[in-house]
């Protein structure tokens, strides 16, 4: 199982980023997908899920309205995109899936918010 992600960056407060999660190593199309996040001196919170079947997506109430996770099954592929980033979305972000009882993580991609 691999799972990299890419994408992050420095950008400015009300810029936007799109982060991506290249997969493989298992059969993508049937499995949820999470982002997380984790920042200096805090624990990793959940961010962001799509499901495997109905592509159905739920949201942190902080990122809710600003954030969009999608999937393409024919790319094994998840994305997140970030619009009207704030300074309190500085964070490495994670992306996340179960197989067999087991969490699988990528390496993370750094997100800074600054002027």
């Known amino acids: 199982v691999r799972i990299v992600e890419s994408g992050g960056g420095l950008v400015q407060p009300g810029g936007s980023l799109r982060l991506s999660c290249a997969t493989s190593?298992?059969?993508?199309?049937?499995?949820?997908m999470r982002w997380y996040r984790q920042a200096p001196g805090k624990e990793r919170e959940l961010v962001a899920v799509i499901t495997s079947a109905r592509a159905s997506t739920n949201y942190a109430d902080s990122v809710q309205g600003r954030f969009t996770i999608s999937r393409d099954n024919a790319k094994n592929t998840v994305y997140l995109q970030m619009n009207s980033l704030k300074p309190e979305d500085t964070a490495v972000y994670y992306c996340?899936?179960?197989?067999w009882g087991r969490g699988y993580w990528g390496q993370g991609t750094q997100v800074t918010v600054s002027s």
């Open positions: 190593g298992f059969t993508f199309s049937n499995y949820d």
């Open positions: 996340n899936t179960y197989l």
